[in-house]
């Protein structure tokens, strides 16, 4: 099994800037990729970005030069960095990984959620 820990968001006036990070653990043969999705009361749960094993990433756009993924750790944390937030971007933020627990085993994994909260 692969478990995911999510830390940071919180509350961010307009314009600010907030880091969050997810870490995975367990039983991890490989990760294939490690990606952000938000949800926001009353709306479906979307991507916001996302990056493979071969680092190459992809943004929705509404987060397009605002928000950059990136790796670390050996690969098995993923930090998203949020600026120039807008109200907009309220909404709980979920770590999603692809891995392979064995070579022949893959799964789909959530984190618990991490609050984000734009407001002055």
């Known amino acids: 099994q692969v478990q995911l820990e999510e830390s940071g968001g919180g509350l961010v006036q307009p314009g600010g800037s907030l880091s969050i990070s997810c870490v995975a653990s367990?039983?991890?043969?490989?990760?294939?990729?490690m990606a952000w999705y938000r949800q926001a009361p009353g709306k479906e749960r979307e991507l916001v970005a996302s990056i493979n094993s071969g680092h190459a990433v992809t943004y929705a756009d509404a987060v397009k030069g605002r928000f950059t993924i990136s790796r670390a750790n050996g690969g098995n944390t993923v930090y998203l960095q949020m600026s120039g937030l807008k109200p907009e971007d309220t909404a709980t933020y979920y770590c999603n990984v692809r891995a392979y627990e064995t070579p022949f085993k893959w799964g789909d994994y959530w984190g618990q959620g991490t609050q984000v909260t734009v407001s002055s």
């Open positions: 367990g039983s991890i043969f490989s990760i294939v990729a």
